[in-house]
């Protein structure tokens, strides 16, 4: 298999990543909306399978979570604790989505892939295959992406040919960062004449 991984450490794009994956965890990231961590999760689904044994549930069909300003959609979204109590979660979507707002902005994160996995011993998400995350006008592209809260890490793989999608035609890692101090576009403004010419 010719998958050339090119690995982006920019700080930067990390904060996009890191932002946005911050919102999967159920965790206390200040990035995220606040109000949300003590919202109640609101779950619905096709069916569920509750296996106590296992410490599993697993929801499938149309899922839908929602807690505070969070949604997950998903074809399938499986939830485990582990026995130290720790949450562990897969989605799986043609695509699962997020989205959630951030905290004091009127702006949010959202993001995309096949499959998304949350570790909550280690806080580490990652997205897989046609993977996307974007928070405000900032986006990244990869087949592979990864953010390790813990270690302040963020991985992000291209695919190569074989990963080709819209936002990334060559399969290659994209990124599309806008500048810090870019204006809003002015609304209603009037346009101003020109000076006359003095006499």
């Given at each position: ?49 509750v ?47 997020f ?36 928070r ?42 806008q ?21």
């Open positions: 298999m010719n998958k050339q991984p090119f690995t982006i450490k920019l700080n930067l794009i990390m904060s996009v990543i890191s932002l946005s994956l911050s919102s999967l965890s159920f965790s206390n990231h200040a990035l995220a909306e606040a109000a949300d961590r003590d919202k109640p999760i609101d779950l619905e689904a096709d069916s569920v399978k296996d106590d044994a296992k410490q599993t549930s697993t929801y499938t069909g149309n899922v839908i979570l929602t807690q505070g300003t969070l949604i997950i959609h998903a074809d399938k979204l499986i939830v485990r604790e582990d026995k130290a109590g720790f949450q562990h979660s897969t989605s799986l979507g043609n695509p699962t989505t989205k959630q707002k951030r905290e004091g902005k009127n702006e949010y994160m959202e993001g995309s892939a096949q499959r998304i996995e949350y570790d909550g011993r280690m806080d580490k998400v990652q997205l897989y295959t046609k993977a996307w995350v974007k405000g006008q900032d986006i990244v592209h990869g087949d592979y992406i990864m953010y390790d809260a813990n270690a302040e890490y963020a991985e992000v793989i291209g695919g190569g040919s074989s990963a080709t999608t819209p936002g990334t035609p060559s399969g290659r890692v994209r990124a599309i960062i500048p810090k101090n870019k204006k809003a576009p002015a609304t209603n403004a009037t346009p101003t004449q020109p000076a006359e010419p003095a006499r």
